[in-house]
């Protein structure tokens, strides 16, 4: 079994690699294990970069520790048609296979007709490889073998499908009804619906007319707790002979809006520099030194959306959260024109993450752009 080598570095930027490196989440992990085991799929949300799938990977790793099932992490963000989602589905299931039996790779060849699944053998490791040939006409059959495989193992089976809400723009729009079908007769398969886009993942679990409509407990993911935070921030800063106090913590923490990712960047920067007391005027130097570094992107952002766009985009980040957007009161401070104008433009930057809607609060998606925003 390979062992993952210890990161030079503990704020992790992407990937999960154990509890060590995880922060906190412990009620979230909590009740989204028992939620699954208990029968009840999930649909998870939050925004980008908050940390759904650190939460998907570290919740998976406990199971997987006790022994409590298989589980299945599927990103679909490339997905684009039914054939696609089964062919990751196939290949997260059958590539966790903890055997180089021959005999049973045979048995399961036999059994994934449709699929034709080729596997081969990491030189090193010994562990098997798989590749699946998922034909459009047969993505259906494959998909009903892939989740009779998981029924007929006998054990707990649990499935991520993270950025779920990319199948809502599938252009077969049965994908759904179909995947419903399925899911609804399986009995030990139980699965977490993840994505981003909250007024799209909304619409498919809790529209009437949609599907898969109350099928799911609705899950939405915040910040990390602050207290908890700075607790595994202290820590790892301490074994590298630093120290960060709470309220230079929390400093960082309320510039960055309590978004995970921009905070472990800013941390991992920080390390880096190695400086013995982490201060206010660190944290802000470190973030500046970010913002620099991407301010030919923000550039880019700009002139890729229309000047009312841009207009509303800065007057939302000079608020920082920004309430009654439509009311007269915040077109007038800040000049944004018509009423209509801002609820178009507001739509259209909430459809490309440019801005977070949090129930008519609203917020710069991207931490840094928002800061560069505020200072131009």
Known sequence: MRRNKQPINPFLLSGYMSAEFFCDRKEETKELISALKNGRNITLISPRRMGKTGLLRHAFCEIANKKEGNCYYVDLYQTTDLASLVKKLGEAVLGTLDTTE???????????????????????????????DVQPNYAEKSLSEIFAYMEASGKNCYVAFDEFQVVDSYADKQVEALLRAHIQHLNNVHFVFSGSQRHVLENMFVSANRPFFQSTQIMNLGCINMDAYHEFAHAKMKANGQTISKEVFKHLYDTLFGHTWYIQMILNRLYEASQKDITTVAIDT?????????????QTFMRLITPAQRKLLKAIAKEGVAEEIMGKTFASKHSLGAISTIQQSSKVLVEKELLIDRNGKYEVYDRFLGLWLKQG
Not at 103 to 117: N, T
Request: hydrophobic share 45%; no cysteine; glycine share 2%.
């Open 102 to 132: 021959k005999k049973i790779i045979k048995q399961i060849s036999k059994f994934f007709v449709s699929l034709r699944p080729v596997f081969s053998f990491d030189a090193l490791t010994g562990e098997p490889n798989v590749m699946l």
């Open 286 to 298: 470190t973030i500046d030194k970010v913002i620099a570094e991407n301010e030919a992107t923000y």
